[in-house]
């Protein structure tokens, strides 16, 4: 009964491989992304490519273990939502009133400690931030919404 169970298990493993789901990706032009928009300091950039840009960017960088489902379905998804709620490589495209309005919800999500999710930082130790490099990514997201605000009146 055992080893009936375990061929079943196998088989349906690897069926499954058989069922593929991508990451929505889109030609950007480098113009419109959001720290070239901000000429953002060094480490902004940094902060941003390793927190943020997996999931909200077109400049996502998968690991392995992406391409072997159900972990692909559950993650993909996750990227491609994330993706259509904020996209800074297409931050550019952005009214300036989407734009202020995106800056608030970013700094907000990190002041309630809701980004980077815990699922991704589990999986990306470097991507946990310290509570200076979160004053730093708070501080630099409020003055980008200021700057779009100001535009706005």
């Not at 009964?1 to 480098?30: D, G, H």
């Not at 939502?81 to 952005?94: D, I, P, V």
């Not at 919800?105 to 980077?116: F, N, Q, R, T």
Request: net charge negative.
């Amino acid at each position: 009964m055992k080893k009936k169970i375990v061929v079943s298990l196998i088989i349906i493993i690897v069926a499954i491989q058989f069922v593929r789901t991508e990451v929505a990706t889109a030609v950007f032009e480098p113009e419109q992304d959001l720290l070239n928009i901000t000429q953002a300091n060094e480490e902004v950039v940094s902060l941003m490519k390793t927190t943020c840009y997996d999931c909200h960017s077109e400049e996502t960088k998968t690991p392995w273990y992406a391409q072997v489902a159900p972990f692909s379905w559950w993650i993909n998804d996750h990227i491609n939502e994330g993706k259509e709620h904020l996209n800074f490589s297409a931050f550019g495209t952005y009214s300036a009133k989407k734009a202020a309005h995106k800056m608030e919800e970013c700094y907000e999500e990190l002041e309630e400690g809701e980004m980077p999710l815990t699922s991704y930082t589990i999986t990306h130790a470097d991507a946990r931030l310290s509570d200076e490099q979160k004053a730093t990514l708070i501080n630099w997201f409020k003055s980008v919404e200021k700057k779009y605000k100001d535009e706005i009146e």
